[in-house]
């Protein structure tokens, strides 16, 4: 019975099997979950920014794209900020949500000025479409004491509690599949003379601590058995004791190597997803030469080789057979052990008849 009950743990369970290929697949898009929380840095100064080797950049992502303010101890407070989507299903736009501290204006009719940034008869009606069109621009935004919606919506005291407030930054988002990069950087982020800039509103970059913790990190949807290597990973700047001293702020850069996988399911479902490698490094500030960005770089390439993930299970008629074995083997073995002790039982009592027996 333990040897049966064994062979049909054996048939049930469910194995997998790796094998290799070249990826020759075109046209394929990348979709990237990310899920990170930044102690130290407020949500209205963090952006996310994608860009790939082909040229494109998408700066600033806010589609399914959502941010949530956290407290001093780690704790979410206040609601989900979600910006401007456009939903794929039927086009719908969804309208910004959030909260004006000191009241927005309610008259219809009302244009905020965009301080010669927007287009003619262009109306930006808070601090962040006003930050949005000097972005657009391609200006420097660094006087938001001078700007009457950021003024009422208290955007200067949202800086000053900088480092007493953080962010978590969670969503997807999906690129073309070629090698790029994403990254986590404070400040708004627009293109000028060809480069990409972001405006830090003449901070000192060593004031952004750029502390995190990636809480999870993929790319395409998961898998049983699948480890992503960076989720939960904690790095920390800005500590000053006598065990440890780091630097205030700097670039974190992790380096991942992505590898196309397939995982066929046992009922003849196929995922297409990817599984990855990652190698990280942290740059120090050049405080001096005035180069450097503070944030959270992560460089991806493709592997073109692909992984092929395949569940399988022993046939029932393998079951069959090797119970058939046990049982047969069980008969055999049982037989050879009856013939083994009958015949010493015949050969002790011969010797005891002939008196040999002591």
């Given at each position: 019975?333990?040897?049966?009950l064994?062979?049909?743990h ?6 997998s099997i790796?094998k290799?290929?070249v990826?020759?697949?075109m046209?394929d ?8 929380t ?19 950049q998408?700066?600033?992502i806010?589609?399914?794209?959502y ?7 780690g ?7 979600k910006h401007?989507?456009?939903g ?5 736009k969804?309208e910004?949500?959030g ?6 204006k ?6 905020g000025?965009c301080?010669?940034a ?5 109306c930006c009606n ?7 069109a000097?972005?657009?621009?391609g200006?420097?935004?660094n ?6 919606q ?5 955007f ?16 997807y ?6 090698a ?9 982020s ?9 405006d830090?509103?003449?901070f000192?970059?060593?004031a952004f601590?750029?502390s995190?913790t990636?809480?999870s990190l993929?790319?395409g ?6 480890v992503n ?5 904690v790095q920390t ?5 006598e065990?440890v ?11 991942v ?8 399911y046992?009922?003849?479902?196929l995922l297409?997803t990817?599984?990855?490698?990652v ?9 001096s030469?005035?180069r450097?960005?503070?944030g959270?770089f992560?460089f991806?390439d493709l592997s073109?080789?692909?992984c092929t993930v395949?569940?399988?299970r ?5 079951f ?6 046990i ?17 010493g ?7 005891m008849q002939l008196g040999?027996?002591?």
């Amino acid at each position: 019975m333990v040897l049966v009950l064994g062979e049909y743990h054996h048939y049930r369970t469910v194995e997998s099997i790796d094998k290799l290929a070249v990826d020759t697949a075109m046209g394929d898009t990348l979709k990237i979950n990310v899920d990170f929380t930044f102690p130290h840095l407020s949500c209205s100064l963090l952006s996310l920014d994608v860009m790939d080797i082909s040229g494109e950049q998408h700066l600033d992502i806010s589609q399914n794209i959502y941010k949530r303010k956290v407290d001093e101890d780690g704790n979410e407070v206040g609601d989900i900020e979600k910006h401007v989507l456009h939903g794929k299903e039927g086009g719908k736009k969804e309208e910004v949500t959030g909260k004006d501290p000191q009241g927005a204006k309610t008259d219809p009719k009302y244009c905020g000025d965009c301080y010669g940034a927007g287009a003619a008869g262009a109306c930006c009606n808070t601090c962040n479409e006003v930050r949005e069109a000097y972005r657009t621009k391609g200006w420097s935004f660094n006087d938001p004491d001078g700007i009457e919606q950021c003024k009422r919506e208290g955007f200067s005291q949202d800086l000053k509690r900088m480092g007493t407030e953080g962010c978590r930054m969670f969503g997807y988002f999906e690129v073309s599949k070629v090698a790029g990069n994403f990254h986590f950087a404070p400040g708004k982020s627009f293109q000028q003379a060809h480069m990409h800039v972001h405006d830090l509103m003449n901070f000192d970059v060593h004031a952004f601590n750029v502390s995190h913790t990636i809480n999870s990190l993929s790319f395409g949807e998961p898998y049983p058995g699948m480890v992503n290597p960076l989720d939960k990973k904690v790095q920390t700047v800005g500590i000053h004791n006598e065990e440890v001293d780091t630097p205030s702020s700097g670039m974190f850069q992790y380096f991942v190597k992505i590898v196309p996988t397939n995982y066929d399911y046992l009922n003849g479902t196929l995922l297409k997803t990817n599984q990855f490698s990652v190698t990280n490094h942290f740059r120090k500030l050049d405080q001096s030469a005035g180069r450097g960005l503070p944030g959270v770089f992560i460089f991806y390439d493709l592997s073109p080789i692909m992984c092929t993930v395949k569940e399988t299970r022993r046939s029932f008629a393998r079951f069959l057979t090797s119970i058939c074995a046990i049982i047969g083997g069980i008969f055999t073995v049982s037989g050879i052990l009856d013939k083994v002790v009958y015949c010493g039982q015949q050969a002790i009592a011969k010797k005891m008849q002939l008196g040999k027996a002591s």
